[in-house]
């Protein structure tokens, strides 16, 4: 018997990547072993020296074809066995390592929005929905749409072994979320990218287009983010080191703002429950700050941040990666480990 092992792979497309896989088959029990592909194809290479690599580092069962057959997650490299420079992945991996005593997890809330015939699910041809407001976890044919493709997405990233751990309708209408996590930086990255290409693969089959844009329609309209939940051992034990972390975050606010995704000032106006890009702040309970600190970790006095700043279209290995490094280094200066 043999197996089909559907390779998933990030490109080099910028300045947004794009997922890109193809299938092989292989022999029943043996281990998806590394591959190449056509680089020039996917702007990771030029066409006289074409060939990249593709090293699995996540698997799980295919969900979509059922059986023993699985999805691939992997990372690309150069023939040389060095990572591709469009590699995002390695650097979160080293980092990680580096602070991996103060057990950073991560939970991300993924933000897409649904479009058919070239307009946002449940906008009307020519025109335009009622205004915002009770489309945000609504019910109902007038309030919600695409929600078989939500339910049978959820479906296949459970199946698939995700850590998925919840959907809602979110305020614009065609408008959904996800949430992966809370788990390692590594596994919330790596999982969050499967999740993703189910969902571009679910949607096909609806004959619907998923897109992360972050602002996916101009106006007065939310646009779509990855709220991106954030704590360490030494946070999830006292709110001292909470305190620390949003300071430290604020030290280094535009860079990440050039981490966080593509077209961030669309979607960062300071409106629309969002912070404007080029201010940085934290609040309690506040959702128009940078960060929000939850009311019940305010009150516990330990617990998580939520960072809002992360674009739909973020990469989530680059996200992670700067919140791991500025905040756990922080921490560690601090002695807050």
Partial sequence: MSYKAEYIWIDGTEPTA?????????????????????????????G??????LNPVFTCPDPIRGGDHRLVLCEVLLPDGSPHPSNTRSELSAVSERFEDQEPIFGIEQEYTFFKDGRPLGFPSGGFPAPQGFYYCGVGADEVYGREVVETHLDACLNAGLAISGINAEVMPGQWEFQVGPVSPLAASDQLWVARWLLYRVAEDFGISATLDPKP???DWNGAGAHTNFSTRAMREGYDAIITACDALGERAQEHIKGYGAEIEHRLTGMHETAPWSEYSYGVSDRGASVRIPWQVAADKKGYIEDRRPNANCDPYVVTRLMVDTCCAALEKAGQV
């Fill in 18 to 46: 794009r997922l890109r896989s193809k299938t092989r088959i292989l022999a029943d029990g043996a281990e998806p072993p590394v591959w190449g592909f056509d680089g020039s194809s996917t702007n990771q290479a030029l």
């Fill in 48 to 53: 006289h020296t074409s060939d990249c690599v």
């Fill in 217 to 219: 329609v101009k106006g």
